[in-house]
């Protein structure tokens, strides 16, 4: 990098700074002008500041964290230093198993689903007048969750028998017809 400034123990002064300025201010609106595609110069307001950065960096100290048969308590200085915030993580972490394992205990085992037999419904001929007897049964099931196709068929089924109790022969020929479709 090309320093204009003399080497000197002194810190500079703005007199000394302004063939700086100039140079690096000349450069900041080039940039600029090159990403926000500005044609004009004037458009552009580029001003040096005092950066406090380096002042605020001079009164730190830089603590390594490598460990070496030179310095064994560079981790044990960091440790000692979050000991408070890894204290927290770790009281947050055992809150978190604690009431997760309350949450499961609390909650009831799952109903495990027993398989149905289906038994096989007899088919009947064309020319027999008995369908078969339907029984009455709940119109939902209670604890369990139904899809809208199941929803219809049990109020199809709810409808057919209460045909079947009020119209046998009209119940009949639906069956019928049923049958000559499949």
Known sequence: MNNPLPASSKDPDDKMLEPVYVA????????????????????????????????????????????????????????AAHYKEMVLGLLAVVSLFM???????????????TAMELNEAPALAADEDMAGEVGEGSAQLDGMELDD???????????????VKENPDGAANLVKRWLNRS
Request: proline residues 7%; aromatic residues 2%; contains cysteine.
């Open 149 to 163: 196709d199941t929803i219809k068929a049990q109020q199809m089924v709810e409808q057919v028998s209460t045909m």
């Open 24 to 79: 690096e201010l000349a450069k900041m609106r080039d940039d600029v002008k090159r990403c926000t595609y500005i044609a004009s110069d004037s458009d552009i307001s580029v001003q040096p500041y005092l950066d406090a950065l380096p002042m605020m960096a001079a009164g730190t100290t830089i603590v390594s964290t490598q460990s070496s048969p030179s310095n064994p308590g560079a981790i044990t200085t960091l440790l």
């Open 99 to 113: 009431v997760s394992s309350i949450i499961k205990k609390s909650a009831p085992a799952p109903a495990i689903a």
